[in-house]
């Protein structure tokens, strides 16, 4: 792995409703820290084509930045990544909030 | 209230039936999305950040009871309970699903409501002064106008692919409450020599560049209206740039090529369309005449106002009707620590039975994200107040620091750099003593939560623009604007501040106008404009350099 890649993770918005996933090792999650993670550019290149071939499901795929936590887990680097992860802040019911409950 | 034609009518319903078809096809996979995009962007519906949001026209921000009534119901059955009024006097639903939005737009439909031509490169939804056919200072109603500018370029077939989106303003009075200047087209009416007429000023806009408009026609006869609309838009769709999206709106061809240049091409244009003009025709200029005609105006004996939460509310919250038994009522949507335009189901609908039983079934959004009751009798005022009061929606401050304008910013919109939100409620609540907004009077805040300038921030005494500067929100404050009839771009103060520094430094602008002022007269865009920055840029930045020194 070369050594200024930065891992990456896989996002997009549900086609049907609307909200926020991430692409997994079997499909798609709701969950930032459920994350498949690519360690190489060509790892992310095949992830993002893999999503994109999943049009039917899916909009607007596309590759974030990410940074594995002590346990492995990935979270968001950039803050608008972060802010997909919650929901909006002047309300408690983004789709993310209501995983909390799950 | 102006009611839609039967044409109307069919022609919303079957774009909704369309809609609805292009809908299941992209669900079942006939449609790709870059197939789907543009159809479902005509149709108003975004794809935000967390959600689909779908973005509903108020033409000239005029609803009636029925129709608020209807949002009300479309916030409880298909979102989540609320909806967002924008400055564009319009609706935003933040959470609808896909599959549910043709049933939306059926259910407004049979309101005579929709969401077409809310986005992509047209002409948008017509805006007008708020106060329309009721402020005493008005000239004219001007909604008679937009409602015909409104016929005429809906679904105009050689203005569907413009170079850029064109959005047209008008107002009837000379107190500018429509931001005129900031528009593609703004009109203002007007009368010389006793004959009624506009003035046409071009190629305002906010944005990435913002730019006051310029007059490209001093006197327009009220005849000439449409023909000389239709030159304009003609030359732009020749002239504008679509090269570059960032250079194509109209300001930006004025600004290149000089509005000599633009006036005289307007004129040959308008000289070969206007032969061919036959007129609008009579049944339709009555049509639309009949349906702005003034309400029956009421008697009634009018008790003194003891109440002191009262009193406040008509000091802040009411405007001057040209019947003088009757007030304008400003329903505050900044209730202290609240998201600026948003609304509850249960607010609407108290709205929508305050329209009914004391504004003569009449409501406005304003540009400004507050709604209007137009036509409230003052005998009927004690009764509005408690209703609104206990609908949380009483609040005293309006045109305060308050009663900020802030778009949805990076907690829903797709494009946002920054969150506007968060802003707003904090600078709320760091003044939510309502007696100390009042001390510090008439203040202008708007918030952008990016260059788009959604939030009108270039038009603020104090404009705040979200940025992301090295992975974090940076606020840029721009001072001194103004969106009246004496339009201003606001000067950019200095060097951005951090999410945690922006409403301290907010607060220094403002104690030091209260220093500055000579008098509790003087407004802070006043003094500003006569101390000009210096001190005021001291302000704002002396602490956060002590603070790192
Ligand atoms: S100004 Fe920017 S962030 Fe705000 S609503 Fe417009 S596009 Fe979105």
Known sequence: MPKSFTPQIVTANDLMLGDVIYLTEGGWSRRHGDALVARSASEAQEMLATAQAQALKIVGPYLADTVLDDAGRPAPVHFREAFRTRGPSNYDHGKQADLRSV | ?549
């Open chain 2, 1 to 549: 209230m102006y009611q839609y034609t039967d044409f109307d009518e069919q022609f919303v319903r079957a774009r909704v039936q369309e809609f609805r078809g292009q809908v299941e096809r992209r669900i079942s996979g006939a449609l790709t999305e870059d197939e789907f995009k543009p159809l479902r962007l005509m149709n108003g519906l975004y794809l935000q950040l967390h959600a689909y949001m779908l973005r509903v026209a108020v033409p000239y921000g005029t609803l009636n009871g029925a129709q608020m009534r209807q949002l009300a119901y479309i916030a409880d059955r298909w979102d989540k309970g609320y909806g967002h009024f924008t400055t564009r006097q319009n609706i935003q639903f933040n959470w609808p699903k896909l599959a549910d939005v043709p049933d939306m737009l059926d259910a407004l439909a049979d309101v005579s409501m929709h969401a077409i031509q809310t986005s992509g490169n047209c002409i948008r939804n017509v805006t007008a002064d708020h106060f329309a056919g009721a402020a005493a200072d008005e000239i004219e109603d001007p909604r008679p106008t937009a409602e015909l500018i409104r016929q005429w370029s809906t679904d105009h077939p050689e203005f569907a692919y413009l170079p850029r989106k064109f959005k047209v303003a008008v107002t009837g009075a000379p107190n500018d409450r429509a931001v005129t200047k900031a528009h593609d087209i703004g009109l203002r009416m007007i009368r010389r020599d006793g004959v009624p007429g506009y003035e046409v000023i071009v190629g305002g806009g906010l944005g990435r560049t913002p730019m006051i408009g310029k007059v490209l026609n001093d006197f327009l006869p009220r005849e000439d209206l449409l023909p000389y609309l239709e030159a304009i838009l003609a030359v732009y769709n020749q002239h504008g740039r679509r090269d570059n999206k960032y250079k194509a709106r109209i300001k930006i061809l004025i600004h290149e090529e000089g509005v000599e240049t633009m006036r005289s091409r307007v004129d040959a244009e308008f000289a070969r369309i206007k032969a061919e003009f036959d007129g609008v025709p009579q049944h339709v200029v009555e049509r639309i005449r009949a349906g702005f005609l003034p309400p029956v105006w009421k008697e009634a004996d009018i008790a003194p106002v003891r109440d002191p939460g009262l009193r406040s509310f008509i000091d802040t919250n009411t405007h001057t009707h040209k019947q003088a038994d009757y007030t304008i009522v400003t329903i505050s949507l900044k209730g202290i620590g609240e998201t600026p335009g948003d609304a509850t189901s249960d607010q609407m609908r108290v709205m929508a039975d305050l329209a009914e039983r004391f504004s003569h079934d009449e409501l406005r959004v304003s540009h400004e994200q507050n709604v209007i009751l137009p036509h409230v009798h003052k005998a009927d005022l004690p009764a509005v107040y408690d209703a609104l009061r206990a609908a949380g929606l009483a609040t005293a401050n309006i045109g305060l620091v308050s009663d900020i304008i802030a778009c949805p910013g990076m907690d829903y919109c797709a494009l946002a750099t920054a969150r506007s939100i968060p802003i707003a409620q904090e600078i709320s609540e760091a003044f939510s003593d309502l007696d100390r907004q009042r001390d510090v009077g008439p203040l202008k805040i708007k918030i952008s939560g990016c260059i788009n300038a959604c939030g009108h921030h270039h038009v603020a005494h104090i404009g705040i623009l979200g940025l992301e500067k090295k992975g974090v929100e940076s606020y840029q404050i721009t001072l001194g604007g103004d969106g009246t009839e004496n339009a201003a771009i606001g000067e950019r103060l200095g060097p951005g501040f951090a999410a945690d520094e922006i409403v301290p430094a907010v607060e220094r602008l403002i104690a030091a106008y209260l220093d500055l002022r000579l008098t509790p007269q003087e407004t802070f865009l006043e003094a500003y404009v006569r101390v000009g920055p210096a001190p005021f840029k001291a302000a704002a930045y002396d602490e956060v350099q002590a603070n790192a020194a």
